[in-house]
């Protein structure tokens, strides 16, 4: 599609113009937290404890351990927004990869494949995710292959798909009639045509690896204290709901702004890359 | 007449011989594409491909670049087989190359014309990128007639025939000796249509290229082809020189396929042999001519006796049975009557 | 003469999307009297099945009028009621389309989509609708007893007879027909071109034959409209138009196009590619592919000319040109 009209799209959809901004800006942040953080977000000061948002220089207060929940929240963006990153492109690439083998050779290889990730998207992800780290230990890195192992079908499944449909174009069957071999002819002519789809489902993903790694740092599997992260500091802050409710609040509200972003993001470049609209 | 005799004592470019492809669908059985076709396409030479939607041209065309495996049958390029184990690919590419039907689809949207253009070359290793390969594009558009600044588009800012006259650049980018056609005009307009096949001719005449030309459009494939073979259901029912089979068409399913082209004329006397029914499909063909069921002449014998492909006259090959009759009978034969497109369902 | 059935006046429609605006009618003067069989020929994108569509006032969205008068009967379209409007549409005027597949309603009977018609503009009950589509549906050549079929169950030719059925099922003053059988293998067309010809001796409908294909025209049509970038360049009987083309382009269509029979000459292409919608040449819009362009083609738009009884060519020098 033409450049300029894509750019125009872009500017005009209210989506991805929202998603896109609050996006960059929750990155930004995150990059520059060190700066921006005022404490030291994992030391404890319980003279401090559970003090109102505003006293004493900490702008979101302080939690049960005195320690500044401002700063917790720019440092826990980092872990957050860093392991989405590393658990997007490495489920990106694996499941684009398969999806691409499974599509372009069918056969006994796309049976494999496919029945491989049915079973796997078959099993409720965060059912997936609990079973496998409770067995496994609780790490950053095991915590990064959960998330993975549960969710590259989603690229596996679109690739294959997309595959499908540009298998049978004649530019393909104009390559295969060149002599070019396979891997040459799924990575230099079809894979190109599949970025556009691949991009909306990465930003949407983005968002939902987010949501459940919070959730599995809210149930004690992820992210391990004091190192904080929006779930297990909503986690901290359940007992105080009554007396300090910004405990709650804070990582609460960025974690749904950033779910938000993401997803707007995604919806909006499906709006603006949608080839039906004229 | 001097030009064609020679063409006979020539050796065949390209020999097809007992060509079969079914393709096994489930729960229906097999379908039976491309059904014992033989053929040879000499040097220079066009030989036409025509029939209706279904009757296997394109399979033809698709198993000859191998883009589908055949079921059987052998097939020879300049003597040698084609189909055998030790059979150099690289060599069948660079000498057997292909034109397609949809010049949208058969363009990669997400690359530039040079990107298109230098695939080939550099898949078969024959330049490495650098200005040896802007010297070769650059001789490439020419012989095209493709302007040069065309090259760093894309697809999409071309029209119809502009990306179809790439299709054709890209297929001669290996300087092979033999192409597919495989319906290459039957998706742009008239004007445009006759600036692609003049490009065609004008290419074989430079560099004696041979034909496959594959079409539905009986008037493009007289144009263009110096033989024509006429496909029903996945076999070729009749064979000849152009002139010959417009003159003297004798398989009924030819002779009704021809009158049943409307014609830019003045004087309104059609004499129509209109088919009943519908093509059928080639699923689990019964034994017996295959054309029996639509034929306007067929007799009980008809399906019982499968007809060969038998010469009539030199280089005029029928498969039919009363094929020295077919002439004369179509004089006679009227339009098929409403009753009669009935009872055919 | 006959009663004009339709009259077109200057119609002009302008397509506006978001990638750009296109001038899809630029001035289109038409006129279909009763019982006339008018071909409407050109390439793709010169605008036929806009000039049909706007005919009927369903110009899809996007698509402006931005001029021009549309006289059906003498009652002007744009003006009428919505009521009117439905009658015009399906019982005085009917269309066929060039694509089988998608013109027929894949939950309904054949015999229900018919009988739809039927029953909403001639107001018959169930039982006559079933009795006048079984009749209809014999006309074209499909057993009466497939009326409770779907039409998935039919081939692309019997669908597009089911379509035509349902096209004369009200006996409408006009048929346009939009590439009915460009889907279709020759010898379905064969067989529909056939069926055609033979209901328009036993129907008195006027016809409007959209279609790229120069001999469906020769065929079907006595007037012949020849369309190039939204206007009508050249009109007449088809013997005289066929026989004796005056304009550049007819010249240069009839040239381009392979023949069945005779010599096997070279084909004349027509230099250039099709005026773009979008960026329309000025003056007569087919100037810069022309080969007889003079400066006034390139700054004016050349009025319509009679060259002979019943031919008429829109260009300056009215067809007449040395050697």
């Known amino acids: 599609m033409e450049r300029k009209l894509i750019f125009k799209r872009m500017v005009k959809s209210k989506f991805f113009m929202t998603g896109f901004l609050v996006a960059v800006f929750v990155v930004i942040i995150s990059i520059l937290s060190p700066l921006l953080a005022n404490f030291d977000p994992t030391a404890n000061a319980l003279v401090d404890r559970l003090k109102s948002p505003g006293i004493a ?37 694996i499941g684009t990869f398969l999806g691409l083998v499974s599509g372009y050779f069918g056969g006994r290889t796309d049976t494999l494949i496919m029945r491989i990730s049915e079973i796997f998207l078959s099993i409720p992800q965060l059912i997936l995710a609990i079973a496998i780290m409770a067995m496994l230990g609780t790490s950053v890195f095991n915590l990064v292959m959960v998330l993975v192992i549960t969710s590259w079908t989603q690229y596996c499944k679109l690739a294959r798909n997309n595959v499908l449909v540009q298998k049978n174009m004649d530019f393909v069957h104009a390559s295969q009639v060149m002599g070019a071999g396979n891997m040459h ?45 929006w779930g297990n500091m909503i986690a901290d802050g359940r007992t105080y709901l009554t007396t300090a409710p910004w405990m709650v609040i804070a990582p609460g509200v960025a974690l749904m702004i950033t779910v938000l972003a993401f997803n707007f993001l995604g919806d909006g470049l499906r709006d603006v890359f949608d080839p039906k609209r004229t | 007449m001097a030009e064609k005799m020679e063409n006979k004592s020539r050796k065949p470019l390209l020999e097809v011989r007992h060509l079969k492809k079914y393709f096994t669908i489930p729960r229906k059985g097999q379908l039976h594409a491309v059904d014992d076709v033989s053929f040879q396409v000499y040097p220079g030479e066009t030989l036409g491909l025509v029939g209706e939607s279904g009757c296997g041209k394109s399979t033809v065309g698709n198993v000859i670049m191998k883009l589908h495996k055949r079921t059987e049958g ?102 092979p000796s033999f192409i597919v056609c495989d319906e290459p005009v039957s998706a742009l307009d008239v004007s445009v249509q006759a600036k692609i096949i003049n490009l065609l001719m004008d290419l074989q005449k430079e560099r004696n290229l041979s034909y496959l030309f594959i079409s539905h459009d009986l008037s493009v494939v007289r144009h263009i082809s110096n033989r024509i073979a006429v496909m029903y259901l996945g076999q070729i029912v009749e064979m000849a020189d152009t002139d010959m089979i417009f003159q003297n068409a004798m398989h009924p399913y030819t002779i009704a396929l021809m ?87 | ?51 049909a569509l706007a005919s009927l006032k369903l110009l899809p969205r996007g698509g402006q009028m931005l001029d021009g008068e549309i006289y059906f009967k003498g009652k002007d379209v744009m003006r009428m009621s919505k009521r009117e409007l439905l009658d015009m549409r399906g019982h005085r005027i009917s269309m066929i389309f060039q694509n089988p597949l998608t013109s027929l309603n894949p939950v309904f009977t054949v015999g229900e ?69 460009t889907a279709l293998d020759v010898t379905i067309q064969a067989q529909i071109l056939e069926l055609m010809k033979r209901l328009q001796k036993e129907y008195s409908t006027s016809l409007l034959m959209i279609t790229h294909n120069l001999g469906i025209i020769s065929e079907l049509c ?62 007569c819009r087919f100037h810069p592919r022309c080969e007889h362009c003079t400066e006034e083609c390139k700054k004016q738009q050349p009025e319509m000319v009679q060259v002979k009884e019943e031919h008429f060519v829109e260009c300056f020098r009215g067809g007449k040109f040395d050697g």
Request: a neutral charge; glycine letters at 8%; aromatic letters at 6%.
């Open chain 1, 185 to 229: 002819i799924m990575l230099t002519q079809i894979f190109p045509n599949i970025t556009t789809p691949l991009l909306i489902t990465i930003s949407q993903q983005f968002g939902m690896i987010i949501m459940v790694e919070a959730s599995l740092s809210f149930l004690g599997l992820g992210i391990q204290q004091p190192t904080p992260s």
């Open chain 3, 113 to 181: 989509q018919i009988g739809m018609v039927l029953r909403q503009h001639k107001g018959l009950n169930k039982k006559q609708a079933d009795e006048e589509a079984m009749r209809l549906l014999e006309t074209v050549g499909i057993a009466g007893y497939r009326l409770n079929d779907y039409p998935n169950q039919f081939s692309g030719g019997m669908r597009q007879r089911v379509g035509i059925a349902a096209g004369i099922a009200c006996n409408p003053e006009l048929l346009i027909a939009d590439e009915p059988t």
């Open chain 3, 1 to 51: 003469m006959e009663e004009k059935l339709l009259e077109i006046k200057n119609l002009r429609v302008r397509f506006v999307t978001e990638r750009a605006t296109a001038d899809a009618l630029n001035g289109v003067n038409l006129t279909i009297r009763k019982g006339e069989s008018l071909g409407l020929v050109g390439e793709s994108g010169a605008g036929k099945t806009t000039t």
């Open chain 3, 222 to 283: 006595e007037k012949v409209a020849v369309m190039y970038a939204g206007r009508i360049i050249e009109y007449g009987t088809v013997r005289e138009v066929f026989s004796d083309p005056r304009h550049p382009y007819t010249r240069g269509l009839l040239g381009a196009l392979p023949k069945l029979e005779g010599d096997r000459d070279r084909l004349t292409a027509i230099p250039g590619t099709v005026a773009n919608a979008q960026h329309l040449p000025e003056g």
């Open chain 2, 74 to 175: 052998e097939m020879y390029l300049e003597g040698r087989d084609v189909f055998a184990s030790d059979a150099d690919k690289d060599a069948f590419c660079r000498k057997v190359q292909i034109i397609f039907l949809d010049p949208y689809s058969s363009l990669n949207p997400r690359k530039t014309i040079k990107d298109i253009l230098s695939e080939p070359l550099l898949v078969q290793k024959i330049v490495k990128k650098g200005p040896e390969l802007d010297k070769f594009l650059e001789e490439l558009c020419e012989t095209v007639g493709l302007s040069q600044d065309l090259l760093n588009h894309y697809p999409h800012e071309l029209d119809g025939g502009m990306r179809q006259v790439v299709g054709i650049a890209r297929a001669l980018s290996l300087n």
């Open chain 2, 259 to 345: 009158s049943a082209v409307p014609k830019v004329s003045v004087d309104k006397k059609v004499n129509r042999i209109v088919l009943a029914g519908d093509v059928p499909s080639p699923m689990n063909p019964k034994p017996g001519c295959r054309f029996a069921p639509r034929c306007w002449m067929a007799c009980p014998e008809c399906s019982n006796k499968t007809p060969e492909l038998t010469e009539m006259e030199p280089g005029h090959f029928v498969s039919c049975m009363y094929a020295r009759e077919s002439r004369e009978r179509a004089k006679t034969a009227a339009t098929v009557s409403v009753e009669k497109m009935m009872e055919s369902q």
């Open chain 1, 57 to 93: 220089g900490h702008i979101l207060g302080t939690d049960q351990l005195g320690r500044d929940i401002f700063s917790r929240l720019l440092m826990g963006s980092r872990y957050s927004l860093l392991i989405a990153l590393v658990v997007v492109s490495l489920a990106a690439v």
